[in-house]
């Protein structure tokens, strides 16, 4: 079966993954990376290894080195060679500073007709109604709020809609 993702090293990245690997100051993952490239670099001066001979010769899996392989060329050297690439997640929040405002006021008005309080199913529900957002989760509203010192289901004078229980 071919190669969804052929490595091709130029010579710099071959020299930066040589030299990456006898400097012996990084860590054991990116020198275990920048080995994997280097078997797999099926260039012109690669030996252009199978994914089974490199996770043999490593002890790695090959699923494993089809990820290096498939960083390398998607994101380049640099991604491929770090093992960690937690800047690359960024998720799109669903309420900005305007709506995350709304959200809070609407929490702190009286629940509906027929509720004791708020819930967060209820908060993102009546977002939607609104008209403020097109799709929003119990979770999302839950971190919002959990920013903020407002309690849902507080009434407009603080108290809380709570019985409470008979002193003793």
């Known amino acids: 079966m071919p190669k969804k993702y052929v490595v091709e090293l130029t010579e710099v990245q071959r020299k ?13 993952r990116s020198i275990m990376h920048a080995q994997v490239l280097l ?9 252009g290894w199978t994914d089974e001979a490199i996770a043999q010769a490593f002890e790695i899996s090959t699923v494993t080195v089809a990820n290096i392989r498939k ?3 998607g994101e380049g050297l640099e991604a491929a060679l770090q093992h960690y690439r937690s800047g690359q997640r960024h998720y799109a929040h669903k309420l900005d500073g305007h709506h995350e405002a709304h959200l809070i006021a609407l929490a702190c ?7 004791v309080r708020w819930s967060l199913r209820l908060l993102a529900g009546r977002m939607v109604e609104l008209g403020y957002v097109d799709a929003l989760s119990h979770a999302t509203v839950g971190n919002v709020l ?12 603080g108290a809380s809609r709570q019985p409470r229980m008979p002193a003793s």
Request: net charge neutral.
């Open 39 to 47: 078997k797999a670099d099926s260039g012109p001066h690669g030996p």
């Open 109 to 115: 008005t009286e629940p509906p007709e027929g509720h």
């Open 146 to 157: 959990k920013k903020t010192t407002c309690s849902p289901g507080a009434g407009s004078n």
């Open 16 to 28: 930066c993954c040589v030299d990456l690997i006898r400097a012996g100051q990084t860590p054991a």
């Open 71 to 73: 960083t390398m060329v």
